[in-house]
């Protein structure tokens, strides 16, 4: 059964860091390309990071600050998020997809408050 399951979420501070991770199960993980999406409260959900081979790419609001990779030998992908903003306050969740289909995990939510 496949199965993507985020943790690392949690309530830190305007400045502060913390690191996702989505471990995977159920399906060739170096087949396929791994993303990051979040959904902020009251906002449509949108893709953050992703990452394909060798290839990343972040959308422009957490270039500089967020970092994605994955580690194949432990079917797990990380975020890794620096100086954490109010406005990344969200749900985020896990995606893997190949040329035909597309799986989601269940989220993780980050708090960034004072």
């Known amino acids: 059964q496949v199965q993507l399951v985020e943790s690392g979420g949690g309530l830190v501070q305007p400045g502060g860091s913390l690191r996702l991770s989505c471990v995977a199960s159920?399906?060739?993980?170096?087949?396929?390309?791994m993303s990051w999406y979040r959904r902020p409260p009251g906002k449509k959900r949108k893709l953050v990071a992703e990452?394909?081979?060798?290839?990343?790419n972040y959308d422009d609001s957490v270039k500089g600050r967020f970092t994605i990779s994955r580690d194949n030998a432990k079917n797990t992908i990380y975020l890794q998020m620096n100086n954490l903003k109010p406005d990344d306050t969200a749900v985020y969740s896990c995606?893997?997809?190949?040329?035909?289909?597309?799986?989601w995990g269940q989220g993780t939510q980050v708090t960034v408050s004072s």
């Open positions: 990452i394909n081979g060798a290839i990343t």
């Open positions: 159920g399906f060739t993980f170096s087949d396929y390309a």
């Open positions: 995606s893997a997809r190949n040329w035909d289909r597309t799986y």
